[in-house]
């Protein structure tokens, strides 16, 4: 791999180009699902420059779904024969229904080098002591975070099965230096810790990396886990039917796209055009180097701001300013304010009382109408409304509940 | 690796001996627990002959536990800095305080290889798709099973996370043809299919493979899977203190030791002298190939009867017959007759009608009352008690309690 650290666009583009070329040799015309999406009636695939990637077709999750349904259990997006696959994944569900994902053993080793470059921009190392707070099932969520590390030379604690407790106490007792969770867990591990007189803020943790929401790229959520754990705190972003691809640098900006093993796309979601440096539209992402399982112009329905090359980290990756923001259909649109969960929790977060919340939408027509259901102390309901309406120029409903009656979360939280 | 399934004694104990001294020259003197347990005082190591061996002192669990406590938390039998160390297990805590083991890339390496000759002896290949119910937590438990059916080349469904009942959707729906558990489990998850109106019978599975009980080398028990699944069941033996050390072949006639990567004494626990043929006693294990944390003559605690070097299947390696009997310290003397968990569970199984069980132990002196609790209709317990008396000669008080009265087991179960 080359040192993209330091490596220009021409050479990122460069290399971008001559993956994609080999990866379509491999996947046509053995893969039935591109084959058919691609090369159906007197349609070619031909990419002599990188902008000829703007020709081929979108992939839609729905019609991978679509392909399962009809060839059960796996669908056609297979390159190689079943027997070649060693790892079955499923996505969380969290848009209908779960999709089975396989991996080779060659792209299950490219899914661990992408987090190796997760774990590197965070500036963890073979020494450190990586505890993942996951509970190992089909869902990918942190399997390659395992794998990345221990290809990494870090020593690997996977914290399956365990409660909050135990697993408070297995990251003291093994001195782990690395804590590998969702933000909201990172939360509740050190509510937990606290209900019980621990204090995570001793621990040896000195990183923490999170995935599965925006959290750790959102500002205000962001300063809650770093002075929990007193840790610097890592976004990273990833898909099952895509793979590990984003990251954060230490200037904690926003998630880069790991441009040495995808090519990324930002497009209005409407035109399907790209958008301009600074806008914000719908992350379409190419994989290369999961070629057994590949997925191409895949729009991941994720909202991203185009935040430029020039990171002052020194990468000319693309930046995605802010990490992700939401899902394209999480947008609320309130009294004409575009309005995203995660600005909601920015705002939140701010306030040091506030443990959980919960988003109430009720949808009149095109019309959504918010209220939030906040655990916070009586007394802060209308400071909270004063500053939601000094953000988003709205009123937005605030009920104060007790603490502890609202949901907690080990995978990715749900508060709409 | 040669071909382990038609090697001769003489093959396998030159080979033995050639791994036990280079073994020794890796260990010694980089690893300051056996560096003090060997070359302390006037001490020297000479192995010339494998019969050298018993010229060493064994290893006792409590002897790696003080060491822990001693320099926590790793201990002193490291044969190498611990960064250079990848992952970190924990015994499950079956006697006394966890341990922590720590394995290299290369001892991690090894133990999925000797994972690979539990699935060869089961006839499982890259074709197979392999569900681990388990949890995936630090104890190694199915870990190791999982790295080695991935290095077979197979499959693998990891069910860390899940219910019974999504487990059971997901063998279903994956095709499985492979169940990796405890045998209480796979007996666990028919009885949840059972109560769903899921026919486990009809599902894909072939092979069950089991650990951390005796059961699947206890007759009755292991026909009971066996019918509930379809399927051949298998039985498999490790520790985490050890590595994989034992598989069943398809004679099914107890557990080989893998003497390729291991050397087995089988001891009087009391003399410390070896057994002959036929008889019991406890095993003493000497591990090959985890140089980052050897185990010499280990004292497993574990009580095995020699069964030989002449299986009917071909191979030359240790038979344990019956499997693992039990634990020593679990052998129960009731009015003078010695009684194995193992063997109360071989009478209780050839009931259909019995679900589980629990055996109370009531201890007056050095003498033990044993009395059982049965999952069973009132009217079996008359014909229970006399098989019972026919098996051991012993009049043992059962009481039928109602089913899914008795707690159920996801890991080892505990019925004592």
């Not at 691609?38 to 009636?41: A, F, I, R």
């Not at 509970?135 to 969520?141: A, K, L, S, V």
């Not at 204090?199 to 000195?206: L, P």
């Not at 979601?269 to 399907?272: D, I, K």
């Given at each position: 791999m080359p040192q993209w650290d330091t490596a220009s666009r021409s050479l990122i583009e460069a290399s971008q180009l001559a993956r994609l070329q080999l990866g379509l040799t491999r996947i046509l015309p053995r893969n039935r699902f591109y084959e058919q999406k691609?090369?159906?009636?007197d349609r070619t695939v031909t990419i002599?420059?990188?902008?000829?990637?703007?020709h081929l077709p979108f992939t839609m999750k729905r019609e991978l779904a679509a392909s399962q349904e009809m060839y059960?259990?796996?669908?056609?997006?297979?390159?190689?024969?079943?027997?070649?696959?060693i790892r079955l994944h499923q996505t969380s569900g969290t848009t209908g229904q779960p999709l089975k994902v396989l991996d080779t053993p060659e792209s299950w080793d490219w899914w661990a080098d992408c987090w190796r470059t997760v774990y590197r921009a965070a500036g963890v190392g073979r020494d450190d002591v990586v505890f993942l707070a996951f509970?190992?099932?089909?869902?990918?969520?942190f399997w390659s975070a395992y794998e990345g590390a221990k290809l990494l030379g870090a020593l690997t604690v996977p914290g399956g099965g365990m409660d909050s407790l135990q697993r408070l106490r297995l990251i003291q007792e093994s001195g782990a230096t690395v804590l590998v969770c969702t933000p909201s867990y990172a939360l509740r591990l050190a509510e937990v810790a606290q209900e019980h007189g621990i204090?995570?803020?001793?621990?040896?943790?000195?990183v923490t990396i999170h995935a599965g929401e925006p959290g750790a790229s959102i500002p205000a959520t962001r300063a809650r886990i770093e002075e929990a754990w007193d840790a610097k705190t890592y976004d990273h972003a990833g898909l099952?039917?895509?793979?590990?691809y984003g990251f954060s640098c230490e200037l904690q900006q926003g998630v880069h796209v790991n441009e040495g093993e995808f090519i990324a796309e930002i497009l209005d979601?409407?035109?399907?055009q790209p958008i301009e440096e600074g806008q914000t539209g719908e992350l379409v992402l190419t994989n290369l180097g999961r070629w057994g399982y590949p997925a191409i112009?895949?729009?991941?329905g994720d909202l991203v701001r185009h935040?430029?090359?020039?990171?002052?980290?020194?990468?000319?990756f693309l930046l995605l300013s802010?990490?992700?923001?939401?899902?394209i259909d999480d947008m609320l649109v309130v009294r004409g304010v575009n309005l995203y969960p995660s600005a909601l929790a920015e705002v939140l977060h701010?306030?040091?009382?506030?443990a959980e919340y919960k988003i109430i939408v009720t949808r009149a027509g095109p019309l959504d109408e918010v209220a939030l259901q906040v655990e916070?102390?009586?007394?802060?309901v209308s400071q909270i409304q004063e500053e939601l309406h000094t953000s988003f120029s709205l009123r937005i409903p605030v009920e104060a509940v007790e603490p502890g009656k609202l949901p907690r979360f080990e995978l990715k939280a749900r508060r709409v």
């Open positions: 691609m090369l159906s009636g002599t420059r990188l902008s000829d990637l703007a059960p259990p796996f669908g056609t997006n297979l390159t190689y024969p079943v027997s070649d696959y509970g190992f099932g089909p869902f990918i969520g204090d995570v803020g001793t621990f040896n943790v000195r099952t039917e895509m793979g590990a979601p409407q035109t399907g112009r895949y729009r991941t935040g430029g090359h020039n990171c002052g980290c020194g990468r000319a802010g990490g992700i923001l939401g899902r701010r306030f040091p009382e506030v916070c102390p009586p007394h802060l």
